[in-house]
């Protein structure tokens, strides 16, 4: 079995064959999840690598615990200290690349609609190759010259990028809360607890809400000034409001009969983070007290630490980005998914009630996981056609590097401590 297994992942990382888990208890993998799986590891690798780059604290601990570490700085052309690749501007040089890796791959897998072609086979294999190129791309990308113009000219693509992909996790949001109250609603017709469960979920997304709501209005304001802050609350707690009210509305629900409050419920919870991201990004107030002295106000006081509600920001929005791009990776970039951001669902009557709703009981691929009980630990499931679009696969990725790149540089700001 060990010998098999070897030579599986030896077929997986060089060659066109799918990857699997390399032992007995663990289950067969369909070939299009464990795909979407790998370049989302690949993601995240980079994403960590990121959240390092703009820690000072972990330069400070190379450059005690590590041997001749500027000498070793200097000999890379890194500067003294390694401050090249360290800061904000690593960071865009790394997502540079990263970006650059899956829109290579958006372009090369256009128009693809079965998976025995070659470039299907490159998508979904080779991945060995893949992390030398990403790996390439992303060491490459400090060798860029002149740093001043790309980074000035790269922030402002990564702005685009970044609220492009806003958009499309607010989709991603939508699509999520929308299966998971019409799974649960479901189940109601023969266990009643299910109303309660979606009551409580509810609660719970709107207790979140209008808790941040309360407590940036606490923080970020004050009784004179902070005009623009008490506007941003104002205006986004009354769409909070307003998409709560529409959700239940007649005609939304003559439409939509599966909507509801939870789906308002989650919005409003996402709207709270992007308020709070906009409201810690925002330059801080100087203004001249009755001593004379300079004040800063209309950012909360945490005592000597300056940037934690950034740092906040930072973990906040990226695990959120992780939860989107695993999302993503399980439903959301497949066929089904797509007719259901369109309103096609399946009839009620075949929903299934189930608290881990985002995964099917049977799936598409009932027949394959049949004939293959015995067989191979790869399900290849896309014999007859792609279960999801790849190229669209890959741009939603490209623009999740933009995103990385500008939430954890804290959208322009340079954050540098943590």
Partial sequence: MSAQCCAGQLACCCGSAGCSLCCDCCPRIRQSLSTRFMYALYFILVVVLCCIMMSTTVAHKM????????????????????????????????????????????????????????????????????LLLLGAMCSGAFFIPDQDTFLNAWRY??????????GIQLLLLVEFAHKWNKNWTAGTAS???????????????????????????????QKDGCMENKILLGVNGGLCVLISLVAISP?????????????????????TYLTFSALSSKPAEVVLDEHGKNVTICVPDFGQDLYRDENLVTILGTSLLIGCILYSCLTSTTRSSSDALQGRYAAPELEIARCCFCFSPGGEDTEEQQQGKEGPRVIYDEKKGTV???????????????????TVTNWFKCATSV
């Fill in 63 to 130: 450059k005690e615990h590590i041997p001749f570490f500027e000498d070793m700085c200097k000999g890379i052309k890194a500067g003294d200290t390694c401050e090249k690749l360290v800061g904000y501007s690593a960071v865009y040089r790394v997502c540079f690349g990263m970006a650059c890796f899956f829109f290579i791959f958006c372009l090369l897998t256009l128009k693809i609609n079965n998976s025995k072609s070659c470039r299907a086979h490159i998508h979904n294999g080779f991945w060995f190759f893949k």
């Fill in 251 to 271: 005609c939304v629900q003559n439409r939509q009969p599966h909507s509801g409050l939870l789906q308002s419920g989650v919005i409003s919870c996402y709207v």
């Fill in 191 to 221: 266990n009643k607890l299910w109303y309660a469960s979606l009551a409580l979920v509810t609660l719970i997304m709107y207790s979140i809400a209008t808790g941040g709501l309360v407590l940036m209005a606490v923080f970020y304001t």
């Fill in 388 to 406: 999801y679009i790849y190229s669209y696969f890959h741009f939603v990725f490209f623009l999740a590097s933009l995103y990385v790149m500008m």
């Fill in 157 to 166: 693509v990564g702005a685009v990028g970044g609220f492009l992909f806003i």
